[in-house]
């Protein structure tokens, strides 16, 4: 059934608007993957709901009613758990973005939680319909899945001892690098041809260097930067050289035109009002 929507809302209206509903905590959700998106009573997933209402705006068609995004909550400030975050227990710069695109579209939100790796499978899958995860666009990830256009600009950067010698990409040979599996950090380090450990965890390449196990860090910038607010005697070290930009975007199973076109009408009316740029800073740095 099509359901009319309001797409197009003035972002002053809906800059405040708050999300009800969605207080209850649950446990992980990624066991659940597979059944949640056929079912609207299962409880283990946080839902977000909203009636877009504006007085100005063109109305858009579309037969979505439910939008099952998926991320993995362990990348702040992008995805993090809270007690009382903007969807449910998640909270970040993407989770606010996912319930904005709710609030616009009047297309109800939820929200899963799986590893990083799971993300691109779980979307083949159909296990859900979208990804929203800090996610970088890459032409390897391109030959499975379709981005949306690209909502944030990163780079890697380097996290080293405040007295480690490391001062570029190229001072890493010989030296113990840390990265997550499956992040573009391990692609990037494996691509400089330099060994490395990797884990499950940005948290977890931390302890090591921190426990001085590794040298190094090598990570996307504004996740490194708030490790350094939550540790201290670490400092961040750059090469623009080495590590070129990465562009976060969305994603959608192959084909799947008309949630790709939904997720990017939102994404280029929030790019073009300034609602990423503000909700960026208000997880970067706390305005
Ligand atoms: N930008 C990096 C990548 O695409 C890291 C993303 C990690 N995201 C997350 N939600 N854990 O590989």
Not at 44 to 66: F, L, R, V, Y
Not at 194 to 207: L, R, V
Not at 220 to 234: C, F, P, R, V, W
Not at 259 to 277: P, R, Y
Request: charged fraction near 25%; glycine fraction near 8%.
């Amino acid at each position: 059934m099509k359901k009319r929507v309001l797409a197009m809302v003035l972002a002053a209206a809906m800059g405040t608007a708050m999300l009800a509903g969605c207080g209850s905590s649950s446990d992980d959700t990624a066991a659940d993957a597979a059944s949640t998106a056929a079912s609207e009573t299962e409880e283990a997933a946080e839902t977000a709901t909203s009636e877009a209402e504006a007085e100005d705006g063109e109305t858009a068609e579309t037969s979505i009613e439910k939008i099952v995004f998926a991320t993995n909550p362990e990348f702040p400030p992008f995805e993090f758990i809270t007690t009382d975050g903007v969807i449910g227990e998640y909270d970040g710069i993407d989770m606010a973005i996912a319930a904005e695109i709710g609030e616009r579209t009047g297309v109800e939100v939820e929200m899963q939680s799986m590893e990083f790796d799971s993300l691109l499978v779980a979307l083949q899958n159909g296990q859900i319909d979208a990804t929203i995860a800090g996610m970088t666009v890459t032409d390897e990830r391109a030959k499975t899945v379709d981005f949306t256009t690209a909502y944030y600009t990163a780079t890697q950067v380097m996290i080293v001892a405040e007295d480690s010698d490391i001062a570029s990409a190229a001072d890493m040979e010989g030296k113990v690098i840390s990265v997550v599996q499956g992040y573009t950090g391990e692609t990037v380090v494996q691509d400089l041809g330099y060994e490395y450990q990797a884990f499950k965890k940005g948290t977890e390449c931390i302890m090591e260097l921190l426990n001085g196990k590794c040298d190094v860090v090598v990570i996307d910038s504004a996740t490194a930067e708030k490790y350094l607010e939550d540790n201290s005697g670490l400092k961040i070290v750059e090469d623009e050289e080495a590590f070129g930009a990465e562009e976060y975007a969305m994603a959608v199973a192959k084909g799947n035109t008309e949630l790709l076109d939904l997720l990017n009408n939102a994404i280029e009316e929030m790019l073009s009002d300034g609602t990423i740029s503000e909700l960026s800073a208000k997880y970067i740095d706390g305005e």
